[in-house]
Nanobody, 127 residues
Framework: QVQLDESGGGSVQAGGSLRLSCVLS????????VGWFRQAPGKEREGVAS??????????TYSDSVKGRFSISRDNARDTVHLQMNNLKPEDTAQYYC??????????????????WGKGTLVTISS
């Protein structure tokens, strides 16, 4: 079992920035793939970013809708994964969730099928 706790959501105007955080805890084996997902009202959940951390490599992937504006990063010492969101747009408004799973390196892409989920944090962008 893995516990994920998100924070950092809020309301900002278009063009602003927010930084989301996801703290991992209560795990026996730390998942090597952690990602951020979002779900807007009336829409399906969308994977926006993923971060793979292995013994010899690490990499990140992004959906086209956020590439160049969002950045995912890990603080392994604090078991925390951040999502820095810049140049926010009204269409970024959604509930944002942190998801995690242990997968082969090639399988850690945005939108991966997470086994563990946080409760989410709300991001609202006004025009």
């Amino acid at each position: 079992q893995v516990q994920l706790d998100e924070s950092g959501g809020g309301s900002v105007q278009a063009g602003g920035s927010l930084r989301l955080s996801c703290v991992l805890s209560a795990y026996t084996y730390k998942p090597n793939c952690v990602g951020w997902f979002r779900q807007a009202p009336g829409k399906e959940r969308e994977g926006v970013a993923s971060s793979y951390s292995g013994s010899d490599t690490s990499y990140s992937t992004y959906s086209d809708s956020v590439k160049g504006r969002f950045s995912i990063s890990r603080d392994n010492a604090r078991d925390t994964v951040h999502l820095q969101m810049n140049n926010l747009k009204p269409e970024d408004t959604a509930q944002y969730y942190c998801g995690a799973k242990s997968v082969p390196r090639y399988a850690c892409n945005h939108g991966f099928a997470a086994d563990y989920w946080g409760k989410g944090t709300l991001v609202t962008i006004s025009s």
